[in-house]
Every structure is written in structure tokens, then in C-alpha cells.
């Protein structure tokens, strides 16, 4: 018996904050001091609060540690762990009160949020199937495979009001009730996908599940399986998150071995299989067709729907893909009954989602909140703010497929139609905040950059227009706009949403548009003042030493390119046209003395 | 899709290189969809992929050498020009942008003298620009081979490249 549980996050995040060191410094130690019989170490999925990783938790008192380092493991064994006594230096602080936080079920950051998909993220060992088990794992399979008839499992599904999370919101139930009414080929074969190509930058939700909960996914896609009568799965997942691939390789292995995959699961006389894929760096291979075209080994660009791929989808043969996230929730689903799901979130949008949290925000991570929750409450209570006393500007997302959320707005309750209604979308969960200092030109650029360069080349209106589009941006970032052009530049848009191929192309407008909208007067002082208010676009800056100058020389010493001239003891000059706008000289200034303009 | 860019250096490989490609081949030959898993294989094995490697991968899965090259230069992630030993890869995800990154990069092409995409004349570092790498609590991020780099500032990068000289 083990009277404390060590839980050592191994989240991508934590990981690379040497958390790995963390776990081995407490097996090496704990062994030394024969506490390896009495305290049970786990390794586990992401806690969500990475801004303050790595994150160390010690249960029976949930004492929550943060910024733990390899150093720090002698003193949490012999104070906390032999003595019984919290490290109180280490215990989490709330960045506002100062208020030191003995359990993670305090936190501000987690008392607001409504745990699903997230259940066992940070509470489980991912790559123990036992513990998936203990925590009702595998239940819903059961349940289905002897209580249940496949219609009965779409029937559910639908009442849920579940929806897919990837971002277009589709509803789940009706997209396998499509696949279960398609007619097979002679070959009677259909399969079952899994789009773990979670490209949006600044999103790690579906990662986040894959290294925390992989078994959820494994036991949603093989109720998926019995539901439509598919045999076969396909993970396809991101090369970037070699975490997540290991550990859904060693579930799928697990789960073979217990009979809960593979060949007549659980006696039940029911085949389903699952192969892990990976993608190889291309955004439009998130994009269900372009997707399965990738699983086929060709170059990933999308084709033309209708057929849809209920009917003709991977290899031609009909085919149903959801994201991680909407898998996620699946199982709770069928063991918690629809109207328990249905009783979350809002009238068209049930349940939950989870967001990361990202940008200029105290708590970066990963968050999971009713639908219909507002901004205000993810970015002000949860997310713990704008740190460094900046202001709130506006919040991004959907990524490059979004568009952003201005301050005005901050008590819009999230859910897809809201988003929509204002211009943005749901998207598959990134969520990042932008301040003062983040000028909206420049973000938009930095979207069409993304978009113009994962445009697959198939579609003109895509190819060419993003390219067109960026080139509208590039001329207004570097203060040679016209106002003719950002009434081109919004024709193009509609032009482009209307006329590409498939979702990349029909959304990568988003970002100008609805910077556009609420935006605007910051385009126009690009264009007619030349000037960009929140000081990002260098074409349009200008360093100048003020006053405050004590001659201290220090400027003109680290200035890259001698642009900074000036006796010791008296006020120095910046030659404009030597200039790069590097900002080292603002940097390195004591005085406050140089000024942006 | 990014420009390509060809390789001058010549194609050398060792005995337990061609081994080990032929024997996942031979796994790979039947695998439904199986040239994508082919060439990540491949890479894994030589670092990049030779044109001569992509002719053996046709052969052996019996696919066109135009849809080998097709597929290898439309991922992001296929290399047809050989890595440095240490791979610099900056990740320019927007939690990282907003944060910073893009000085980071220009601060990198500088030190080391070459455009992203490309490797130093010594074979030492090469240098990419790399999507959202997913732990943006840390931006900005750096990567060199598999040695995470966060909360990243410029005046950082010189004692960071002398770990690796």
C-alpha cells in the first residue's frame, strides 16, 4: 500500500523544462531512501498550468508544486515526504494576490473549469492501461458491445448534441448516421479516422489528450467502429509531437494485449484494428479529404465534395473523421447518457471545450470550460490576466482559419455561432492573446504569410489570391498603402472565401476581415499617417534620443550598425538613414532616454 | 510550398544504411498508402532523401519516380538537402511570434551565416524555421536537435551555439 502518490507532469511542455530529470531524480532518491515501497511515482499528461512548469503534485494533500527543479527533489522528499512538512517555497502562487495555493483544486485557473475531455489529463499514467481502467477506462466499450445495438450508439451521439471540435462543428452523430447509411463496395469495408494534424499554430489541445489520455481516443474510434461497421482505423497524427505518437503506439499496444483491440474484442465476435500514421509537415493535410489523401501516401491536397467521404472517402471506400478532442468525449458520453452531455454549454453548442491559452496571458495552458462560458471569465480569471500591466487588445481564434475578438467583445459567451455571428471561429481551440503592443497589420500578415506558404497550389483563387493578399499587406506594412487598396484588398477576400477548393483556402481571408472590421483605423494609420500605432512595423518606426540622454555612450556601443553618435557626457544623435530599427539601443538604454515613434 | 532546393554534395552511404532501407521496403511494399512511411523511413535513415534513394523507394514500391519526388518535396518535413549535425529549428508558431521569435531568427542568420533551409559551409549547424512545435508556455522556442530552448532573447543565442561548437 502506498500511503503518497509523486505525479510528475510529462507534458510536451514540461518535458522540455527538463521534467524528465525531475521523475528520475525522485525514482534514484526515493529508492535511496527506501521510500519506493511507500511512495507510488507517476508520470503523467499535461496539468494544463504550463506557464508554470514543470509541475510536480503530491497526493493525499494535492500539494501542487511549480518551477520545480532537478535540484529541488532532495528537499520534497525529505521535508514533504519524510517529514511531512510542505515546501512552501515551491507551492504555487497566485501571480495577483500572492497568495500561496496549497492545492491545485484551489487555483483560480482551475476552479472554473468543467473537466470532459480533459478528465484524466494529469491525473492518470498514460502509459499504463491499468490506470485508464480504474478511472471507468473501457466501460463504454463494454457497454456497447453487450448492451447496445450500433443504431442505439448513433442515437446517443446525436442527442448529445455532440459536435465536432476541430473546428467546423459539424455534428458528430449525423456524420456517422451518413456513414452508417452508406453502401459499401463489394469489399464491405469502411474505416474509421482519427485527424491528429493539429497544424493551427499556438493549438495543442488534441496533443495534450494523445500524451495524457491516448486511450480515449483508441476506445472512442473502436465505438465509432461498431457504430458505422468499419474494421479498420487510422490515427493520423503530426511528426511534430513525438510524445504523442510514442504513447498512443504503446495504448494501441496495451489494448491489443487486454483483447480491447484487434481481433473479436472482448468475445464480442467484433474485429477493429488501428494503425498510427504519421503527416510530415503540412498544414493542409488537417483538411479531412487532403487528410486522407495523405493516408493514401500521395502529396496531401484536397478534392472536390460531394462525393463526401461518408460515401467515397480514404481509398474510396466510405469513411468517417473526427478530431482527437471530439473523440475525447465519446466515451463519457455513453457512460454519463446524452442528457448529462446536453445539460453543458449552450443552446446550440453543448458540452465543453478546451482552449490553450497563449500569448500575452499570465497562465499559458490548457483549458477546458462549458460552452458558452465568456472571454472574460477564460482570459481574466482563469488565464490570470495580461501580464506586465498591458492592456487587453483583442483575442485570436481558429487560427489562420480565424479571425480575433477586439476588447469590446470580451463578454461574448464562446460557442460556434456567437463566434461566427462576430466574425471569427470555434477553430480547433488555439486561443491567443494579444496587448497593446501587438499590432492587428502585422498579426494579419503574419496569417497570410502562414496561409500563403501551406496553400497546396491545387486552386487558383487560393494560390494565387493569398499571394495577392500578402502583397496588399507587405505594401501597407511598409507605409506604401493606398485606401484604394484595403477596398481591393477586402474584394479579394470575398473572392477568395467564395471560389477555393476547400476549407484552407475558403478561410484564409479570415484573418484580414475581421481585423478589417474592428480594426480599421489602425489600417488607416498605416496607410494615410504612416505610422503604426502599436510600434511592430519597422518600415514605419523611428528611434530618437530624447533629453533624458546622460551621454552614458552605452547606445552607441551596442548599436549593430554606428548609427549613434555622441560625446561621453552629452546627448547622442541617431542617424536615421544608418537605422536598421533594431531596438538595441531602447533596449540597452538605463535612462529611459531613447523613444519609439 | 517552398522552393526546392537540390543538393550539390555527392551521394555517399554505408553498407547497414542500404540494409536497413531495403528491409523496410520489403515491410513496406504491400502497405496500402505505404510510400509517406517509406520516405519518413528513409529520412530517418540518411538524414535527407537523395535522389538515389528516391529511385530505390520507387523501384521497390513500384510507384513512378515523378510521384516519389511529388510526394518528397510537398511535405514540409522531407529534406532533399542533408541536415548539419546540430539542427537549429525556431519555432515561429504565433504564441512564439507575438513573443519575439521572428528577431530570434534574424539574430540566428546572422551569427551562423546562412538563410533558413540551409546548413553552414562546416556541416555543423543547420538552421529552419519550423510550425507551432506545440509548448508555447516556453515562447520563444528554440530546438537544437532535441534540447528544448525557452523564454528565448537574442543576447541568449551566443552562449547557447558555444554548447555546441
Redo the contacts between chains.
Sequence with gaps: MFRSTVLVCGG??CH??HSGEIYDAFQKQLAENNLSGDVMLVKTGCFGL??V?PVVIIYPEGSFYSNVTPEDVPELISEHLIKGRLVRRLLYRDHKTEEITKALSETNFYKKQTRVALRNCGVINPENIDEYIAYDGYQALIKVLTEMQPQEVIDVIKASGLRGRGGAGFPTGLKWQFCRNAVPDETGIKYVCCNAD???????MD?SILEGDPHSVIEAMTIAAYAIGSCQGYIYIR???PIAVQRIRIAIDQAKEYGLLGKNILDSGFDFDLEV???????VCGEETALMT????????PRPRPPFPANKGL?GKPTILNNVETYANVAQIILKGADWFASMGSEKSKGTKVF?L???IVN??LVEIPMGTTLRTVIEDIGGGIPNGKKFKAA?TG?PSGGCIPAELIDVPIDYENLAAIGSIMGSG?L?V?DED?CMVD?AK??LEFTK?E???KCTPCRIGTTRLLEYLNKITSGNGTMEDLEEMEKLCYYIKDNALCGLGQTAPNPVLSTLRYFRDEYIAHIVDKRCPAGVCKALLSYEITDQCKGCTLCARNCPVGAITGKVKEKHVIDKSKCIKCGVCMEKCKFGAIIRK | MAKIKLTKLPFAETPEQAKALDAKLEELKDVPGGLMPALQQAQEIYGYLPIEVQKRIAEKLNVSLEEVFGVATFYAQFTLQPRGAYQVAVCLGTACYVKGAGDIINALKTKLGVDSGECTEDGRFSLIETRCIGCCGLAPVMTINSNVYGKLTTDQLDGILREYM
Design positions: 510536451t511542455g522540455s523544462n504550463c506557464a512548469g493539429e497544424g493551427d499554430p499556438g493549438a495543442f496533443r511528426a511534430e509531437y500514421r504519421l503527416g510530415s509537415g503540412a498544414f495523405s493516408i493514401e501516401g500521395k502529396r496531401g491536397e481509398f490553450a497563449g500569448g500575452k499559458t495552458g485570436q487560427g488555439g491567443i494579444m501587438n498579426i503574419f496569417f506558404d496553400s497546396c497550389g
